[in-house]
């Protein structure tokens, strides 16, 4: 993805997004190997990619913990708690 909007919120939506879709379409796929997929494909620099990598681990995360919760669901989560994971970050 290029040109992403420098907004981390935005990002990482976006991470949580490729996340959840890379995960669908290859079930078999370990946690490293998403990460490394949406990493190759959201443009981000530094705190910014920190805070895609998280919402990525975020959404994997809750995907695990709920398998039968939708995608809409999932990303509706993270975004409700974009605010907390940059506060952690930034910590």
Known sequence: MKNTNENP???MMVAA???LDYKSKQPLAGHNEVIQHVMANVNAVSNMKISAIAAANRALKY???NPRAN???IMQRIMDESS????????
């Open 71 to 73: 995608d809409k669901e």
């Open 17 to 19: 997004s490729k996340a």
């Open 9 to 11: 919120k935005v990002i």
């Open 84 to 91: 907390e994971i940059i506060e952690s970050i930034d910590q």
């Open 63 to 65: 995907k695990e913990q």
